[in-house]
Structures are given as C-alpha cells and as structure tokens.
C-alpha cells in the first residue's frame, strides 16, 4: 500500500484554478520528486497535501486514512512534515529552540531529546551553532535549519519545498547529499519539490512533471531524465 495517495485533486486561489486534478502516490521509502516550471503548481500541490491551501475536489490519503479535511497541526501529528519553500525559519530564535518549535506537537520528552541528539550530529554546523539566533546564519545553514527542524516531528513523510533555491553549487550537492542520507540512511519517505530537475532526478526514484496545474509525465527517475521532451523542457536542452 502506498504510503501518501493524492487522488485528483483540485485547488483554487479565488478564481484561479491552480491544480487541475493531480493524482501521485508515494511508497514507503521512496524519494519521489515533482519538477516543473514557475507556476506550474508544485508548491501549491504540497500546500494542499498539509490542508494549508485546501483541496476543494480530491482526496489525500495517508496509510489508508482521508487526511483531506484535516487541519495542518494534526496532518503534522499524522507524520506529513514540509520544510516549506524560502526556509522561514523563526528568524529571532536560536537554532536550539527552532529545532524544539519543530516538535511542537510531540510529548515525548525522552525522544525529542535523542532527536535532538540526532539533528546535532547530521549537521555539525548546527551544533556549532546551537545558541545563535537563526536570522543571523547562512542561507545554506538556514536551509540545513529549516530540515532539522521538520525532522524533529518525526515526518513520516518529508515534504521539501526547493531546499536547494537561492544557494550557491557547492551547498546544492551539500543539501541533496542530506536527501539522500536521510532517505538511505534513516529510511525517511520524502517528497521533494525542485526546480533543479536534474540534480532532483538524480537522488529520486521516481517523478512527476507538472505542468499547468496537470501532471504531464511521469515514471522512473532514471527514465524521465533521458526523455527527449523533458530534456528540452526541464533539463537545459
Ligand atoms: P514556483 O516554482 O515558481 O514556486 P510552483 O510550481 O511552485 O512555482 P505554485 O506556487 O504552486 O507554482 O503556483 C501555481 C499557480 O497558482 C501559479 O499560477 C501562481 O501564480 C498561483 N498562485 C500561487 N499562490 C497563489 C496565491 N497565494 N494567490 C493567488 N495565486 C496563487
């Protein structure tokens, strides 16, 4: 059974109808990546996933459970995490409580605690930096923050929103080498959102190309990045 199933859904801003019914299932597991151009709905798709930009037709669907109308603090209990686009971390916090605000609907102190440990030891920096206010780190550290602290819910599944927007080439390898470890090592499910389709093909299984709010491909990452249109379209010809 898949883990997420997200059954045509439909999704307006006003008038506006930014998602045409899109259907995508993610396994336990998997890296599953959705590519596609500005606009083309990406964001909006994982919004709708967490009840932030609700579906108005279509179903999300989490272990076999309607998690569609469900408000987004208890899709984060359900194990659906996203680490939204443009980082926003809590600029005026220090990286230890961003991390603690990241469990804030957990009660298990013990587990936060190794969590906590966890995140620590997968980015060093972090450590470093424990008592630092957020706003004053590095775009790269900021993103590294922004995972950390959907980590520390405890995602069953990881929603990432572009981690690799806005930094420099060596912090892009820096940040997918962290989408793989948590998925081979961890074992943690994601779904990943990027505009580097090449570099998201590269770490993902398999994908989806959106386009106008339709997904107009998809399949095996390895087969995506060698079809022709999608070259063309998405992977700089
Ligand atoms: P990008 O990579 O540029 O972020 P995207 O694929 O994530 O693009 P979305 O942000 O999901 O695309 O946007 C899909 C469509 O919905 C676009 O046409 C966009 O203009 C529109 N849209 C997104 N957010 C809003 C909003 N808050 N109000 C009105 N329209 C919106």
């Given at each position: 059974m898949s883990l997420?199933?997200?059954?045509?859904?439909?999704?307006?801003?006003?008038k506006i109808h930014a998602l045409k019914g899109i259907s995508?299932?993610?396994?336990?597991?998997?890296?599953?990546?959705?590519?596609?151009?500005?606009?083309?709905?990406?964001?909006?798709?994982?919004?709708?996933?967490?009840?932030?930009?609700?579906?108005?037709?279509?179903?999300v669907i989490l272990n076999g459970q309607d998690?569609?109308?469900?408000?987004?603090?208890?899709?984060?209990?359900?194990?659906?995490?996203?680490?939204?686009?443009?980082r926003k971390v809590f600029t005026r916090l220090t990286v230890r409580e961003n991390l603690e605000?990241?469990?804030?609907?957990?009660?298990?102190?013990?587990?936060?605690?190794?969590?906590?440990?966890?995140?620590?030891?997968?980015?060093?920096?972090?450590k470093e930096r424990e008592h630092q206010l957020a706003g004053t780190m590095s775009g790269g550290e900021q993103q590294m923050l922004a995972i950390g602290r959907a980590l520390m819910a405890r995602p069953r599944i990881l929603l990432l929103d572009e981690p690799s927007m806005g930094l420099a080439p060596l912090l892009v390898k820096q940040i997918f080498d962290v989408v793989r470890y948590l998925n081979e090592t961890n074992g943690t499910t994601i779904l990943l959102v990027e505009q580097n389709a090449l570099m998201a093909l590269e770490v993902a299984h398999r994908g989806y190309v959106l386009q106008s709010g339709r997904i107009s491909h998809e399949g095996a990452a390895a087969a995506l990045k060698n079809d022709t249109a999608i070259i063309e379209a998405y992977l700089g010809g």
């Open positions: 997420l199933v997200v059954n045509d859904i439909h999704t307006y801003y006003g995508l299932e993610v396994n336990e597991g998997e890296v599953v990546t959705l590519i596609g151009g500005n606009g083309a709905g990406k964001s909006t798709t994982l919004n709708t996933i967490c009840s932030i930009t609700p579906a108005a037709e279509g179903q998690i569609t109308a469900m408000p987004p603090h208890e899709i984060v209990k359900a194990g659906v995490v996203q680490s939204p686009e443009g605000m990241g469990a804030f609907v957990r009660n298990d102190s013990r587990g936060i605690q190794d969590d906590l440990e966890d995140v620590f030891e997968r980015f060093p920096r972090l």
